[in-house]
Antibody, heavy 129, light 108 residues
Framework: QVTLKESGPALVKPTQTLTLTCTFS??????????VSWIRQPPGKALEWLAR???????FYSTSLKTRLTISRDTSKNQVVLTMTNMDPVDTATYYC?????????????????????WGQGTLVTVSS | SYVLTQPPSVSVAPGQTARITCGGN??????VHWYQQKPGQAPVLVVY???DRPSGIPERFSGSNSGNPATLTISRVEAGDEADYYC???????????FGGGTKLTVL
């Protein structure tokens, strides 16, 4: 059974650094094809992809936020950590971690899906002084 | 950057068919995924790879992507289908995941 759960502060002050942890179970991020992303959603607005980390420790970031984001993993703890620097009130949002459907081999070769089959419940982060 | 365009809202009477569109440049060449999000809940995948359904998703949910736009079709709509729906693709040129702006489905 795959589960993911986000944890971190509910309130941060402007200019502070946010650190969020995604603790997951039911799969290993060391297994080929596994990938975990962070996605956020401001209140009443659309989903926005932030970052992704892969089984081989490859990392990918949203171009618009790249300079502020760092994603990392602790495979022994089954955790993925996201840090976001220089927080601003516009960063107020629910932050989700989600697993991408694992890649697999078929008759055509290796296929890497890019949909999210499991999501955490989300954690609301408010940026305010 | 790649942009996905969805109508802000769609309304449909119970028992009727709802169609939610998702437009993007050359979207027919991409795999489109759809999520349902009810208030206060995380998104749930309802269609992946244009037209496949995860286990547990009713057959009433179907998808197509034979050109612009891609479409999520919900047949025999029920009150419980009222939610926000998001389309999503992967933009290979930037290696970015892209979400549409979301469509609020209202069941009249």
């Amino acid at each position: 059974q795959v589960t993911l759960k986000e944890s971190g502060p509910a309130l941060v002050k402007p200019t502070q650094t946010l650190t969020l942890t995604c603790t997951f179970s039911g799969f290993s991020l060391s297994t080929r094809g596994m990938r975990v992303s962070w996605i956020r959603q401001p209140p009443g607005k659309a989903l926005e992809w932030l970052a992704r980390i892969d089984w081989d420790d490859d990392k990918f970031y949203s171009t618009s936020l790249k300079t502020r984001l760092t994603i990392s993993r602790d495979t022994s703890k089954n955790q993925v950590v996201l840090t976001m620097t220089n927080m601003d009130p516009v960063d107020t949002a629910t932050y989700y971690c989600a697993r991408m459907r694992p890649g697999y081999y078929d008759s055509s070769g290796y296929y890497a899906p890019y949909d999210f089959d499991y999501w955490g419940q989300g954690t609301l982060v408010t940026v305010s002084s | 950057s790649y942009v996905l365009t969805q109508p802000p809202s769609v309304s449909v009477a119970p028992g009727q068919t709802a169609r939610i569109t998702c437009g993007g440049n050359n979207i027919g060449s991409k795999s489109v995924h759809w999520y349902q999000q009810k208030p206060g809940q995380a998104p749930v995948l309802v269609v992946y790879d244009d037209s496949d359904r995860p286990s547990g998703i009713p057959e009433r949910f179907s998808g197509s992507n034979s050109g612009n736009p891609a479409t999520l079709t919900i047949s025999r709509v029920e009150a419980g289908d009222e939610a926000d729906y998001y389309c999503q693709v992967w933009d290979s040129s930037s290696d970015h995941v892209v979400f549409g702006g979301g469509t609020k489905l209202t069941v009249l």
